[in-house]
């Protein structure tokens, strides 16, 4: 199973909107709406931020939207904050029955 | 709170054997899936397998299949990682994390344990 296609770094001045792609194929995003997304800090744990496409886990800031069209997932996070900078991955469940990550997004907040 | 512990940093030589654990706490832990996560250093995060310790019905991914144990002990709300012969490119920090089903999202993770593989 190979790993979602998501880009090595994405980056936006605070206040602005930036979105993360995920690229999948019909045998994981495409396929079902479990996709999630998690944050990483460096050295920390991750940390689950959109669960089933577009939902998020309570005390998620509502920042942090997802969405999905075909085989690509996103992750939209408006409002840009120092404290988002951190690497963020998707993550789809498969018809492998098995889970898949992405290769992971460092953001950086300029 | 709800949470998982996992044991602390192993440094070890190549060929030797090695078990790590990731403790749940303040949840059924036999209610729900625990999965282990490698994270190599600097790259990106890959499930290796996951257990229901209600049953201890365990499936790994492909690339995982074979070459680790992925265990549970319900009665002490404990999941195990172990590898019976360790290589240098097992290096890597293993996250346990939580999930309702085989499906959903890992809503609750572990901190983390390093394993130093070295000659």
């Known amino acids: 199973q190979s790993a979602l296609t998501q880009p090595a770094s994405v980056s936006g001045s605070p206040g602005q909107s930036i979105t993360i792609s995920c690229t999948g194929t019909?045998?994981?995003?495409?396929?079902?709406?479990?996709v999630s997304w998690y944050q990483q800090h460096p050295g920390k744990a991750p940390k689950l931020m959109i669960y089933?496409?577009?939902n998020r886990p309570s005390g998620v800031s509502n920042r942090f939207s997802g969405s999905k069209s075909g085989n690509t997932a996103s992750l939209t996070i408006s409002g840009l904050q120092a404290e988002d900078e951190a690497d963020y991955y998707c993550?789809?469940?498969?018809?492998?029955?098995?889970?898949?990550f992405g290769g992971g997004t460092t953001l950086t907040v300029l | 709170e709800v949470q998982l512990v996992q044991s602390g940093a192993e440094v070890k030589k190549p060929g030797e054997s090695l078990k790590i654990s990731c403790k749940g706490s303040?949840?059924?832990?036999?209610?729900?899936?625990i999965a282990w996560v490698r994270q190599m250093p600097g790259k990106g995060l890959e499930c290796m397998g996951i257990?229901?310790?209600?049953?201890?019905?365990?499936r790994y991914s492909p690339s995982f299949q074979g070459q680790v144990t992925i265990s549970a002990d319900k009665s002490i709300s404990t999941a195990y990682l172990q590898w019976s012969s360790l290589k240098a490119s097992d290096t890597a920090i293993y996250y346990c994390?939580?999930?309702?089903?085989?499906?959903?999202?890992?809503?609750?993770w572990g901190q983390g344990t390093m394993v130093t593989v070295s000659s």
């Open positions: 994390a939580r999930s309702r089903t085989p499906v959903d999202a890992f809503d609750i």
């Open positions: 303040e949840y059924s832990f036999g209610s729900y899936w």
């Open positions: 257990i229901y310790p209600g049953d201890s019905d365990t």
């Open positions: 019909s045998s994981d995003v495409g396929a079902y709406s479990y």
């Open positions: 089933e496409v577009t």
């Open positions: 993550s789809s469940y498969t018809t492998s029955s098995t889970r898949v």
